[in-house]
Each structure stands twice: as C-alpha cells, then as structure tokens.
C-alpha cells in the first residue's frame, strides 16, 4: 500500500471527504471536512503531499484563509504545511534513511515518498523551527549541510595498573 492510500485512509478515520478533481487552479484545497485534490497532478508522490498539506489544514486552520494577503491566513498556511512536514518526514524516518545508507536528497525524497520540492521545503522549515540541527537520543540531524551524526555511547572503564 502507498503512502497516499494511507493519508486517505486517516482521512476516513477523521470523517473528512477526499476527491480528486479535474480542472483546478490549486494543487488542493480544504473546507468543511472536505479536501480536493487536483487530478492532474503529474504523480501519486505530489498527490501525497498536497494531501498531507490539506490534511494539515483540518487539524491547525480555523475559517476561510484563502485570502493570504493576511498575516494571519499566511500564519495558518504555514503551521498546516508544517504539520504535513512532520507527518511525512519526521526524525525517525531521516535516521532511519541515515542508517540505510541513503546519501542523498534524491534517495532520500524517493526513500520518503515525497518530491525533492517538498524535501527542501521541509528542510527550509525544520531549519526555521530548530536552527541548524537537532538532538534526538544518540543522533543529530544537520539541516545543512543535511546530514546526521551518530554519537557512541562511551563506556567509563576504570584503569587498571599492571602490577600493582
């Protein structure tokens, strides 16, 4: 099952309407409980993450912010983006890239089932939020240059003189 059969399954669980429809102007748009998604989107990978961004918008948008010449529409725009960011790529899955050996943003993107766009701009965002890295348990996530660093856990042995 692809990623994007899952969203529309939570989509489902949240009793929000999916459709996908020709001839729109937008990649995708949500209202009342309701998300459509542009039909001619040139993959089912961009289809995901428009889907995850309106997702986004059910849980963190109050009322119509389709005029973004407002701050505040601007503002919710970005936290639903940043939801969708952190539903598709959160830390775990980038250490689990790193532990697979995945060397770059392409493998990478591929290995998330996102666009290489919305790699960058998930990346631009943590940038934005955390700075230019992040601690996790025994890793740290660099935004940039993008890469993740494993610490060892060193183990405090007492010496031992030989001969006394």
């Known amino acids: 099952m692809h990623l994007y059969d899952d969203l529309l399954m939570e989509c489902d669980n949240l009793d929000v309407e999916v459709y996908e429809k020709d001839h729109m102007k ?3 748009l949500y209202g009342d409980n309701v998300i459509w998604i542009n039909k001619l989107l040139p993959s089912i990978i961009e289809k995901c ?12 948008t109050a ?5 973004q010449s407002s701050s505040e529409n601007r503002k919710q725009e970005l936290r639903a983006r940043g ?3 952190e539903r598709l790529l959160p830390f775990s ?5 790193h532990n697979l050996h995945i060397t770059n943003r ?3 993107a591929d290995f998330l089932n996102v666009t290489e766009d919305f790699l960058e701009d998930a990346l631009d965002w943590y940038k934005g939020k955390y700075g230019l890295y992040i601690s996790i348990d025994n890793f740290t996530i660099c935004f940039e240059p993008l890469g993740v660093l494993e610490m060892f856990d060193w183990i405090e042995t007492p010496i031992v003189k030989c001969g006394s």
């Open 106 to 108: 392409y493998e990478l």
């Open 63 to 67: 009322g119509d912010i389709f005029d």
């Open 83 to 85: 939801w969708a960011y």
């Open 26 to 28: 937008n990649k995708g």
């Open 93 to 97: 899955k980038i250490i689990q890239a």
């Open 49 to 60: 993450c428009v889907l995850a961004e309106e997702i986004g918008h059910h849980h963190t």
